[in-house]
Each structure stands twice: as C-alpha cells, then as structure tokens.
C-alpha cells in the first residue's frame, strides 16, 4: 500500500548507543520530515528536507542527523542517545509546496523509542 | 516553540452533536491544517485553508480562519464515536524558508455514545 513506511515500530536503546530511524515513501513527494511527539507538547519538527541532496534543521535538531540520498529515503540517525530523546517520532512527507498543492502530509505510524 | 495553541484542551460530548475546537497561533502564516489523531496512530491529514480563504468545508467539517486574530477554528458536525481522537492545528509559517509544519499541543475529543 502506497504511504509512509517507518521502521522499527519499537525500540530500546542505552544511554550512548547511536541507531537509524528509517523512513520510505512510495509516492515520489518531494518534501519529508521528522518529528518527536511528547506528552503534552504536540510535535516539534527535528529535521527537514524538501528534495535530495536537500536538508535543513527544525526546532529541535541537536543530537540528530539526516541525509536525503534518494527521493523515497529519510533516515533519521541518533548519534548518542540521551534520556532526553525518549519519544514517538514520526516521518512524514507531502508533494510539495502545500499553498500550491492544497495538500497536506502523509504521515508514518511512527518509531516508539525509549532510552535508559 | 510552539505556533499553535488549541482550545479547549479536552472536549467530552455526547453523539450527534457538533464539536467546536480552536487554534490560535503567533507569527503570519502561508496555510493552517487540521490532523487528527487516533491514540497510538499516526496522524492524519483533514483539511488544509490557506492564508488567503476565510472557510472550507469537507464532509462534517468546517473550518474558518480569521488571519487578523490568528485564530482557526474547526467544527465537526454530527458527532460519531469514531471522531474520539486528538485533533492538532499546524501551520506553515509565510515568507519562505522552512518547510516543516508547527504544530499546537492539540484538542482531545472523547464522544460519548
């Protein structure tokens, strides 16, 4: 089924272990993005990238990575996990330019990650 | 920081009536979309306005924006159990630049059967 894939759904870390976030997308959009959901804080967008070879910092970049190598690909690496970045983190991505388009994003079911 | 903030915070009605939430948000805006969100899901794209359209419908929904108040407000007609979710403004902010959408902390709306 088209949409947004993330993977794992689940994951425990330790404190100071690093580890990949994956997300894919099958319907060539060219905007994607993560973000952390937190109790009581809504979402906050980590990273961003609005094409290949294209990436950009959100509200709360530090302690994450991106690369956009492919269209269909968004992998989010944590370089050192900290308690801190215990959270749910969704992907999502949209065609393009939502004044344009009228359209909004596509979200994944999301990566629970805990880390102790 | 946050863009949007929803009110009321959580909402309990009683099916088949309308539910009313509203957003506000700080800096001038591009669009202003709606998402809701089933418990442990991911979220959901609902209706998208632009800075430029004052009301939209789709379906039971409607939504206003009153640009000159920085307000949003999303109303569901005719309630079903199935509404039971977190609903959540997000805007993309005008002037170019990021991409990305900021969201608010979002409405939780229980309908009660």
């Known amino acids: 089924n088209a949409g947004v894939t993330q993977t794992p759904k689940f994951q425990v870390l330790k404190t100071g272990q690093s580890m990949t976030l994956q997300c894919a997308q099958d319907?060539?959009?060219?905007?994607m993005s993560w973000y952390r959901q937190d109790p009581g804080m809504g979402l906050r967008l980590i990273h961003y990238s609005v094409g290949a070879g294209i990436t950009d910092q959100g509200e709360v970049p530090n302690g994450y990575n991106v690369s956009r190598s492919t269209t269909e690909d968004f992998p989010l690496r944590l370089l050192s996990a900290a308690p801190s970045q215990t959270s749910v983190y969704f992907c999502?991505?949209?065609?393009?330019?939502?004044?344009?388009?009228?359209?909004?994003?596509?979200f994944g079911s999301g990566t629970r990650l805990t880390v102790v | 920081s946050q863009q949007g903030e929803e009110d009321p915070q959580a909402l309990s009605i009683q099916e088949g009536e309308n539910a009313t939430m509203n957003c506000s948000y700080k800096?001038?805006?591009?669009?202003l979309q709606w998402y809701r969100q089933n418990s442990g899901r991911g979220l959901v794209h609902l209706i998208l306005?632009?800075?430029?359209?004052r009301e939209k419908h789709s379906g039971r929904l409607r939504v206003t924006l009153d640009t000159s108040k920085k307000s949003s407000s999303l109303l569901i007609t005719a309630s079903r159990a199935a509404d039971t979710a977190s609903y959540f403004c997000?805007?993309?902010?005008?002037?170019?630049?990021?991409?990305?959408?900021?969201f608010g902390k979002g409405t939780h709306l229980i309908i009660q059967p």
């Open positions: 997000a805007t993309l902010e005008s002037g170019g630049g990021a991409d990305g959408l900021t």
């Open positions: 800096t001038s805006i591009n669009n």
């Open positions: 999502a991505s949209s065609y393009g330019n939502a004044y344009r388009t009228g359209r909004g994003y596509t």
């Open positions: 319907m060539n959009h060219e905007y």
């Open positions: 306005i632009r800075s430029n359209e």
